[in-house]
């Protein structure tokens, strides 16, 4: 359906327009002409889907000379970035309305500019529950004649705590009036909001979560704990994304990465909600102008966030919903181009989460081995190649500078290796040594020499050799045939182990808890006096307590991988310098 199939005023019709709007999303056509009638809607959407739109231009639309100086439509958002978009998103749609006045009010910004808008005649508001709060109190925001409220990304105030502001807000405001409510999920809280302060409302929902991955390429990759600041490296330098995103669970992550991915001369920045209101839009502001190429972030501070032409996503941690893995990947594949989006897994509980996602999602998740840095540099190479090869001829400056260079005894094979080296060696001297050694393949460890790992729990926290043993399997990603005798004392536990593997396998186990217990892992050096209860895995019968999976190493087989979702073989074919 088009836009110009509905009945809006011809000013609306050319301000689409100009934004290039012609066809209407699902939701935009399920909901505009509700709203229009000025029903109280449910929508469930997704990010990416147009929602923003759907309730805006009809908002943009109530507005009559009437509502020049009063407030008639609020819309509630769960952060300042989703505000400010979706402010600005208004005022695009208001350009040829001249009476429409959009302002956003919202923490970590000027109180007193904030009032001054307001009070020069805004009747349209978008804000945060706790900064619409704060202008209530002061009766700098009067909602006495307010028409139309809306809330947008319901459920995501609500997981932020925002419950009890927006109740009262909603109670603050005339009876007679127009609710409405956009959410990704219902949970029960939505629905008694809905049944409490909507009236007889109607329900949209459209099947978001297939039509939002559906154009985005998704991969997986298997990484060592601490490593995955490493592979994250090699992903970006092999890929080579012009914009990308990569999303952290927690604020500190985000500084830590934002600050690691700098130092190896990458273009990056962090975004979080700790960060001033000035921080953050001067971060937005270089992310939007391509002046920085990746932008690290938590979910909750990315909300809102609509930048064209990210390339790529990648999850440097799992997300902790299923819906969270649907707007972090959205960002990517807009507007009908393609994305990518690339998640790393430290363990077989991961593995477990990711494929549940992909069930969900409907979307196939496929598993890639992490790029070889000798790949990398080859692929770089090649690259250099051709663009030297596709250059313009030089101006004739440059022969006159070779032939300069020549008198000094540089000829021009010489130069142009030196100018060509340096700038290889600029691309490649940040990419992290990946070398670690795979675990050995099923029946490998026959002749190979081996150590002891010594693990800090033993009989008094109730270790078992089969908890033992299950999570080394679930930590590393190792077959348990690559594990062999087990000693059990009191108060640790010795394993034995290939020397080969070590390193991965303490870099690999440092994080992992047994029976509840956190649990250290270093090389044993011998000398215990306890007396131990041992088990060796090599003459075991009880191979199937914690269930190895044989199939494949922690880095991803190159010959075997694991598959989520709906596996199509000739779907896409991974190429070296694909980004």
């Not at 978009?85 to 309305?97: L, M």
């Not at 640790?492 to 396998?505: F, G, K, M, R, S």
């Amino acid at each position: 359906m088009q836009f110009n199939e509905l009945n809006l005023s011809q000013d609306i019709l050319r301000a689409v327009e100009e934004l290039g709007f012609s066809e209407m999303t699902e939701i935009q056509q399920e909901s505009i002409p509700l709203l229009l009638q000025g029903r109280d809607v449910v929508g469930r959407s997704n990010t990416g889907t147009g929602k923003t739109a759907a309730f805006g231009i009809p908002a943009v639309e109530s507005i009559t000379e009437n509502d020049k100086k009063t407030v008639s439509v609020l819309i509630l958002c769960p952060t300042r970035e989703l505000a400010m978009q979706a402010c600005e998103e208004i005022r695009k749609f208001a350009k040829y309305k001249r009476i429409v006045k959009a302002s956003a009010v919202y923490g970590g910004a000027s109180m007193e500019r904030q009032i001054m808008e307001l009070k020069r005649g805004a009747n349209i508001v978008i804000g945060t529950p706790g900064r619409v709060m704060d202008h209530i109190r002061r009766r700098t925001l009067k909602l006495d004649n307010l028409r139309t409220v809306i809330l947008d990304e319901a459920d995501e105030m609500l997981n932020m705590g925002f419950r009890e502001d927006i109740e009262a807000i909603l109670a603050d405001v005339p009876e007679e009036r127009q609710t409405v409510l956009f959410s990704a999920t219902m949970p029960p809280e939505i629905l008694a909001i809905t049944e409490k302060y909507q009236r007889d409302p109607i329900q949209v929902k459209i099947k978001s979560a297939q039509k939002t991955v559906e154009l985005i390429d998704q991969y997986w990759f298997m990484v060592a704990m601490g490593r995955k600041t490493d592979a994250l490296k090699l992903l970006l330098a092999a890929y080579s994304p012009e914009s990308a995103m990569v999303f952290c669970n927690t604020k500190k992550t985000v500084d830590e990465l934002s600050e690691e991915l700098i130092k190896s001369g990458i273009r990056a920045a962090g975004l979080h909600g700790d960060m001033k209101q000035a921080q953050r839009t001067q971060v937005m502001n270089s992310f939007k102008a391509k002046t920085t190429a990746v932008l690290v972030a938590t979910d909750v501070a990315a909300r809102g966030i609509d930048v064209s032409g990210i390339d790529a996503v990648f999850n440097y941690d799992l997300p902790q919903d299923n819906e969270y893995y649907i707007h972090r990947i959205g960002r990517t594949g807009r507007a009908g181009m393609k994305g990518t989006a690339y998640t790393l897994i430290t363990s077989r509980r991961q593995q477990y989460d990711l494929k549940d996602i992909a069930r969900y999602t409907k979307a196939t998740i496929a598993e890639l081995p992490l790029p070889d840095k000798e790949d990398i540099i080859s692929a770089k190479t090649d690259a250099m190649i051709r663009e030297i090869a596709e250059a313009p001829r030089p101006i004739e400056n440059a022969y006159d500078i070779l032939d300069r260079l020549a008198a000094k005894g540089v000829d021009y094979r010489e130069a142009a290796a030196r100018l060509i080296g340096g700038r290889l060696q600029k691309e490649i001297e940040s990419l992290p040594e990946f070398d670690m050694p795979k675990p050995l393949k099923k029946g490998g460890r026959a002749g190979a020499r081996t150590v002891k790992i010594d693990l800090s729990i033993g009989r008094t926290k109730k270790a078992a050799p089969n908890f033992i043993l299950g999570a080394l399997v679930d930590a590393t990603g190792m077959s348990g045939q690559d594990f062999g005798k087990i000693d059990i004392f009191d108060t640790h536990t010795t394993v034995e182990v290939p020397e080969a593997e070590y390193d991965y396998i303490l870099d690999s186990a440092n994080s992992m808890k047994i029976n509840g217990h956190k649990v250290e892992v270093k090389l044993y050096k011998g000398g215990s006096k306890e007396k131990s209860y041992s088990k060796d895995r090599n003459r075991s019968s009880n191979r199937k307590a914690a269930k190895p999976d044989r199939k494949k190493s922690a880095y991803g087989s190159r010959k075997k991988t694991e598959i989520f979702g709906d596996y199509t073989p000739n779907r896409r074919k991974r190429t070296k310098n694909r980004h």
